[in-house]
């Protein structure tokens, strides 16, 4: 499986990013893929939205943004025992 994925930005620079977490939220009717970089050092997480084409759009929405951490936090409970 391929987890990297590639931003591009608005000036067309292009950064390579590592999938942490693909995802549905049923209620609200939106996917959504979490990314970090690839580089080790760094942890940050960024989540996104997107659709069926592939469209990213980034999560803005405080409440949106906080229901991905917590997925994401249940995600790495489950994986870190």
């Known amino acids: 499986m391929d987890n990297r994925l590639i931003l591009t930005d608005e000036n067309g620079q292009e950064t390579e990013m590592e999938i ?8 609200h009717g939106r996917k959504y893929v979490l990314v970090k970089y690839p580089s080790k050092d ?3 997480v960024f989540a996104f939205a997107y659709d ?6 980034p999560v ?4 949106e943004f906080e229901m991905c951490q917590e997925v994401l936090g249940a995600f790495e409970e489950e994986n870190n025992g």
């Open 60 to 63: 803005e929405d405080p409440e």
């Open 20 to 27: 942490v977490l693909t995802f549905d939220d049923e209620e």
């Open 52 to 57: 069926d084409e592939g469209n990213l759009e």
């Open 42 to 44: 760094e942890d940050d």
